[in-house]
């Protein structure tokens, strides 16, 4: 039997896109994956980003790194910056440290603790947002660096939402050591698996 060609491609999600290559119920012409890349057609995101959110995905047709960034039990490394309404203080970023209870599922749930918080003191270098994002000119909108070693649905817009400081816009910068880096949106990258592993699992075989 002929081994199956692994490939991977990390991609700059762009503003809303649906993280699928078929077409979304309910919603005409919804921008989708297919619409960016002719991806192979084994070859599915890992994990997803809401369509209101942009920044790194990853899409693989390995089965066996799928398994082992979805299974809740192997907790890996997300980090995002996060551009907010209003200025959290040291008690909200706090509570984000420490985990907050969002709803999942219709029930209250307690998130893991955060990796890191940091309130970022200059915005990040990112290219314009299309549209671009409603500001209130009264309210200020600061960035946050935030790093979680989960992902339920829209957690980090919950988590910020429950602190006072709803979300404006989210980019997903890394994915453990796999960096969004220069990539613009809409733009692929196709990578090897050594540096895949490297990167996600600093080479170890699982």
Known sequence: MKKKNNRYFVLYKPYGVHCRFSEVAGIQDAPTLSGLFAFPKDVYPVGRLDADSEGLLLLTNDSGLNHRLLNPQFAHRRTYW???????????????LEGVTITVNH??????????????????????????????????????????????????????AAVGHPVLRLVRIAIEQLQLGSLQP????????????????????F
């Open 82 to 96: 996060v551009q907010v309404e209003g200025v959290p203080d040291a008690a909200a970023l706090g509570q984000l």
């Open 107 to 160: 029930k209250p749930y307690h998130t893991r603790p955060a990796i890191a918080v940091v309130l970022l003191q200059q915005p990040p270098n990112l290219p314009p947002r299309n549209p671009p994002v409603r500001y209130r000119a009264n309210i200020p909108a600061p960035w946050l660096q935030l790093t979680l070693t989960e992902g339920k649905n829209r957690q980090v817009r919950r988590m910020c």
């Open 186 to 205: 809409g733009q692929v990258k196709e990578i090897s698996g050594n540096t895949v592993y490297k990167t996600l699992f600093n080479g170890s075989p």
